[in-house]
Structures are given as structure tokens and as C-alpha cells.
């Protein structure tokens, strides 16, 4: 499974922005997908996540009421709408998934097999 964000660049405080993930490869109806992000000298982090089996999700608390992260299984692509957006949203993203069978929510990045290249955006105050 190959995966590919894309959706970055400049956006201001308060405005919106929708990061794709597409992959390609079989059985990614079977995965779980996560967006990560990492900002300027700071660790990779989990932003939100989606299991395939009743789009079970994960918010950390940052972003709960601002993103949604949702998936289109026949275009292999997911989701996520980024709204409110902060100065402090800025980093590179970037998604993963795994093939999980019973559908589990992985929170830890090391749990992700297939990871895509990161997209960069930054908010500007």
C-alpha cells in the first residue's frame, strides 16, 4: 500500500483546509488511517485517526470540534477537514495506516505500517 497526501500550503488563522490521503494498493477498506503531524522542533504526533468499521475515530483533545477525519473507501482516499485553524496547527502531516482485521483505533504511531510523504502548511497569525 502506497499512500500520498496532499492539500498543503498557506492558510490564516481561522480559515479551513482538507488534507487528502489516497492510496493505492488492495484491501485499504481494511485499514486504519491516521493523520500525524509534526511541528519545528517537536515530536510526531497522532491528530486523529479512523478505523474502517463504523468509522469508529480518534480526536486528541487539540483538535476535537475544529478537524474531521473521514474516509471514501472506493476512492482508497480519507479525509481530514481542518477547521478554526491556529498558528499552532502548522507542522507537516502526514498519514499512515495499517491493515487491522478487527478494526482497531491505533493511537501509536509505531502500530503504522504505510506512511505517507508529509505535506506541509503552515497558518499564519
Known amino acids: 500500500v502506497q499512500q500520498q497526501a496532499c492539500g498543503g500550503g498557506f492558510v490564516q488563522t481561522g480559515g479551513f483546509l482538507r488534507l487528502a490521503c489516497e492510496a493505492s494498493g488492495s484491501s485499504f477498506d481494511r485499514h486504519t488511517v491516521g493523520w500525524f503531524r509534526q511541528a519545528p522542533g517537536k515530536e510526531r504526533d497522532l491528530v486523529a485517526a479512523?478505523?474502517?468499521?463504523?468509522?469508529?475515530?480518534y480526536y486528541t483533545d487539540s483538535v476535537k470540534g475544529r478537524f474531521t477525519i473521514s474516509r471514501d473507501n472506493a476512492k482508497n482516499t480519507v479525509y481530514l477537514q481542518m477547521n478554526s485553524l491556529k498558528p499552532e496547527d502548522t507542522a507537516v502531516y502526514y498519514c499512515?495506516?495499517?491493515?487491522?482485521?478487527?478494526?482497531?483505533?491505533?493511537?501509536?504511531?509505531?502500530?503504522?505500517?504505510?506512511w505517507g510523504q508529509g505535506t506541509l502548511f503552515t497558518v499564519s497569525s
Open positions: 499512515a495506516s495499517v491493515y487491522s482485521s478487527l478494526a482497531y483505533l491505533c493511537r501509536d504511531q509505531r502500530d503504522y505500517l504505510y
Open positions: 479512523i478505523s474502517w468499521s463504523d468509522n469508529g475515530s
